[in-house]
């Protein structure tokens, strides 16, 4: 491609080449990339004509929707196009063929599918229909948005009116990893980047656990979702606000899904249990979707030891995520994070994704918890919103990702995982454990 300057729209900001590195590590592992999925469970057939109306109007508001990713010498631009990507797609299902069965080939489908970042759409909309169900399928590349961004995408879908749409635009600020780093003087970010790496060195003490044992190659992204009923959602909250607080849900999340992990692999090799979360730097109702990738990263760890004490590890992860906030640990990444956009993605990734000390893979499984969505059930063109999921690829090791939301008062857990590394009935299992931690009725 014969990039000129008046093509180039944006330049790749750190946290977006965060992300893209991870890209290429999944895509080194044979996968398809760093796609993140969005799902929407529609109650009826939505009005198509005024959906597509309005993935035409967000995408010419925001042209990056366009736009192909590009390397130019060592960093990575949007570009404009000579042939816009399609970004809208439908799948009616056959009359002959079983809906469910025929929704979920699709689905599997998009999710595997592999393309040269180069030419793959940054955002796809999929609109599966049938006699009963309905469902609208979003993948995005991670350095297009991060999954805050594509809630809002979908926000912007869902609202009709024209004026409110227009609130939607673009951050009113650079990219916030560079905003954060303006507010230190240039002794305090080295200080800053000094304590990272002591940081990751603590962390990297340690061998992780890895949830399967498999020496076969990886060959597609396989995914399970689950949701609890509106008393079990309760039941489990109420258990989180008790063990670890209101500001700690997520580190209850993840410390239930440490100790179900080691109900089911006590003979795996490894120290602790390690996991990786995002920091997110953006203003909490700031409505900018795209080119928002405004990610730090931290990291949840347990000795194996702890984990396996349910009173014990909420304790040990309360006392380190306060330990984070304290020391600021939750910025000492930015001054990496800014470094880490002048290596090679190959570079990056090998960084971000290997421990120093063992030159093994750090994660024991990615986390994601998007939180309380508050879409309007009732807001997507001419249908309801019944439910939602997210799906996201994961590198293999560690083949897991494990994501979570609420939706109308229902708590949904979706289980992420690398075939043949893991297969579902291990992950029906992890969910069993899961459930019974969650609830707080694990021993």
Same mark, same amino acid.
Request: aromatic share 10%; charged share 20%; hydrophobic share 40%.
């Given at each position: ?58 995408? *010419? ?22 042939? $816009?990507?399609?970004?809208?797609? @439908? ?75 227009? *609130?939607?635009?673009? $951050? ?15 002794? *305090? ?27 076969? $190659? $990886? ?10 009923? /509106?008393?079990?959602?309760? @039941? ?86 306060? *330990? ?24 990056? &990734? ?48 560690? &083949? ?21 590394? &893991? ?17 707080? /009725?694990?021993?």
């Amino acid at each position: 491609m014969n990039i000129k300057n008046g093509d180039i729209l944006e330049k790749l900001n750190p946290a977006d080449t965060f992300t893209l590195a991870m890209d290429e590590e999944i895509r080194r592992d044979g996968l398809a990339g760093s796609y993140g999925c969005f799902a929407l469970e529609l109650s009826n057939l939505p009005d198509i004509i005024e959906l597509q109306q309005r993935i035409t109007e967000f995408s *010419q508001r925001f042209p990056v929707t366009q736009a192909s990713l590009q390397q130019i010498n060592r960093h990575f631009y949007w570009c404009k196009r000579n042939d $816009p990507p399609q970004l809208f797609f @439908q799948h009616l299902c056959p009359e002959d063929r079983n809906e469910e069965d025929f929704q979920q080939k699709i689905i599997s489908d998009i999710i595997n599918h592999k393309q040269a970042r180069e030419i793959s759409a940054p955002i796809e909309f999929h609109l599966l229909t049938g006699l009963k169900k309905h469902i609208l399928f979003t993948r995005w590349l991670h350095p297009y948005c991060d999954a805050r961004g594509v809630e809002l995408i979908l926000k912007y879908l869902c609202t009709a009116d024209e004026a409110q749409r227009r *609130q939607f635009g673009l $951050p009113d600020t650079g990219p916030l990893v560079n905003v954060q780093l303006g507010k230190y003087r240039w002794w *305090q970010k080295i200080g800053l980047l000094l304590k990272g790496k002591r940081y990751i060195g603590i962390l990297d003490s340690l061998e992780s656990i890895q949830p399967f044992h498999s020496d076969l $190659p $990886p060959e597609r992204l396989n995914y399970m979702i689950q949701r609890l009923s /509106e008393a079990q959602t309760e @039941q489990a909250l109420r258990q989180a606000r008790q063990t670890v607080g209101l500001a700690g849900t997520s580190l209850y999340y993840i410390g239930c899904l440490m100790r179900a992990l080691e109900k089911m692999h006590p003979d795996n090799p490894g120290e602790a249990y390690c996991a990786p979360y995002a920091f997110n730097l953006r203003k909490q109702r700031a409505l900018a979707p795209v080119t928002g990738n405004h990610l730090s990263a931290l990291f949840a760890q347990a000795p194996r030891a702890i984990v396996q004490d349910r009173q014990k590890l909420f304790a040990h992860l309360k006392q380190q995520n306060a *330990q984070v906030i304290r020391q600021q640990l939750d910025y000492a990444f930015l001054p990496l994070m800014w470094a880490g956009a002048w290596l090679s993605l190959a570079e990056y &990734g090998k960084t971000l994704r290997l421990s120093y000390g063992s030159g093994k893979e750090r994660s024991s499984f990615w986390f994601s918890d998007v939180g309380r969505l508050d879409i309007p059930a009732d807001s997507f063109p001419g249908a309801g919103i019944n439910g939602v999921y997210h799906v996201c690829q994961v590198t293999a090791p560690p &083949g897991l990702a494990f994501l979570n939301c609420i939706y109308r008062n229902r708590l949904t857990l979706s289980y992420n995982f690398v075939e043949p590394l &893991g297969n579902s009935a291990q992950i029906e299992l992890l969910h069993q454990f899961m459930l019974a931690e969650l609830l707080g /009725e694990g021993e």
